[in-house]
Nanobody, 122 residues
Framework: QLQLVESGGALVQPGGSLRLSCAASGSTFSLYAMAWFRRAPERELLAAISANGDTTYYADSVKGRFTISRDNGLNTLYLQMDNLEEQDTGLYFC?????????????????WGQGTQVTVSS
């Protein structure tokens, strides 16, 4: 069981950038696909990445603005968010999938962090 801890959320102006991090405890991080979700207030899958980092997925709402990446040596997942918009405001969670390839279904994710708040406002 991994423990996931998000950080990096903040108040930022429209057009600004943030980088979220998700630190995972345990030695099995590299075996599992990971994803970022947003709750605002509905839960939305924003981006996902395979266990080896070769394959990624982006929701249409963030495609071209957000970049998901991972460093398996550091057990850390990242979400680079550029050109932020007010509708990006929400609570951002990282989540671990049940296998090496990601799923678009939230019920496929069995480990969740506590979330980090992102607020985009002028």
């Amino acid at each position: 069981q991994l423990q996931l801890v998000e950080s990096g959320g903040a108040l930022v102006q429209p057009g600004g950038s943030l980088r979220l991090s998700c630190a995972a405890s345990g030695s099995t991080f590299s075996l599992y696909a990971m994803a970022w979700f947003r709750r605002a207030p509905e839960r939305e899958l924003l981006a996902a990445i395979s266990a080896n980092g070769d394959t990624t997925y982006y929701a249409d709402s963030v495609k071209g603005r957000f970049t998901i990446s991972r460093d398996n040596g550091l057990n850390t997942l990242y979400l680079q968010m550029d050109n932020l918009e007010e509708q990006d405001t929400g609570l951002y969670f990282c989540a671990k999938s049940g296998g090496p390839m990601y799923s678009l279904a939230h019920y496929s994710y069995d480990n969740w962090g506590q979330g980090t708040q992102v607020t985009v406002s002028s």
